[in-house]
Nanobody, 121 residues
Framework: QVQLVESGGGLVQAGGSLRLSCAAS????????MGWFRQGPGKEREFVAG????????YYADSVKGRFTISRDNEKSTVNLQMNSLKPEDTAVYYC??????????????WGQGTQVTVSS
């Protein structure tokens, strides 16, 4: 199995930045694409960003394109999400995810517990 642990969430004012990190452990060799999802209050979980195993291909939701950047370090088994120009509508619990296929749009098989991001207006 693979364990994913997110960190870096918190409270930030609109226009500010946060950097989320996700550390993977366990059978990380079985994990290819990695991604971030979020679930806002009263909303369904939605895809935010994904990155291929080698890091050469990334994919973003339209709502975050140009503001968020996903990256990964395979030697450290980590994936990061740099979030800039944050908006109140970015408020959500953010989840790290890993997939057994190298398809950045999913499906994803492994999930972290989530980290809260709150953007105040």
């Amino acid at each position: 199995q693979v364990q994913l642990v997110e960190s870096g969430g918190g409270l930030v004012q609109a226009g500010g930045s946060l950097r989320l990190s996700c550390a993977a452990s366990g059978r990380t060799y079985s994990m290819y694409a990695m991604g971030w999802f979020r679930q806002g209050p009263g909303k369904e979980r939605e895809f935010v960003a994904g990155i291929s195993r080698g890091g050469g291909f990334t994919y973003y939701a339209d709502s975050v394109k140009g503001r968020f950047t996903i990256s990964r370090d395979n030697e450290k088994s980590t994936v990061n999400l740099q979030m800039n120009s944050l908006k109140p509508e970015d408020t959500a619990v953010y989840y790290c995810a890993g997939g057994r296929r190298n398809d950045v749009q999913g499906p994803y098989d492994y999930w972290g517990q989530g980290t809260q991001v709150t953007v105040s207006s």
